[in-house]
Nanobody, 130 residues
Framework: QIQLVESGGGLVQPGGTLRLSCIAS????????VGWFRQAPGKEREGISC????????FYADEVKGRFTISRDNAENTVYLQMNNLKPEDTAVYYC???????????????????????WGKGALVTVSS
């Protein structure tokens, strides 16, 4: 059974840090680009960072560039999102997704098509509040 499972969410104060993990099972992990998407209350889901299967290409949305870092360890079937200098507007449910359907990580992160991803995790809540 193919699964993506997120972990590492929680409550953090503004300016704090968190590291999210997305662990995959049941797939040949390095065949898939993986992305982090988030959905804040009342807002649409948005792609914030995506990484290619081999890890050589990555993309960041403007609102997280310079604060978030995506990385992957294919030996451990895991993608990480290091989040620094968190802001209240980063509060959201964070989802990881895996796909072979897009020609670039930019295209993957820009996608508004839920079905464009092969697999989704169930999400991890990140709350940034004092």
């Amino acid at each position: 059974q193919i699964q993506l499972v997120e972990s590492g969410g929680g409550l953090v104060q503004p300016g704090g840090t968190l590291r999210l993990s997305c662990i995959a099972s049941g797939m040949i992990f390095d065949y898939y680009a993986v992305g982090w998407f988030r959905q804040a209350p009342g807002k649409e889901r948005e792609g914030i960072s995506c990484i290619s299967g081999g890890g050589e290409f990555s993309f960041y949305a403007d609102e997280v560039k310079g604060r978030f870092t995506i990385s992957r360890d294919n030996a451990e079937n895991t993608v990480y999102l290091q989040m620094n200098n968190l802001k209240p507007e980063d509060t959201a449910v964070y989802y990881c997704a895996a796909t072979k359907k897009y020609p670039s990580v930019q295209a993957m992160c820009a996608s508004q098509d839920y079905d464009g991803m092969n697999y989704w995790g169930k999400g991890a809540l990140v709350t940034v509040s004092s």
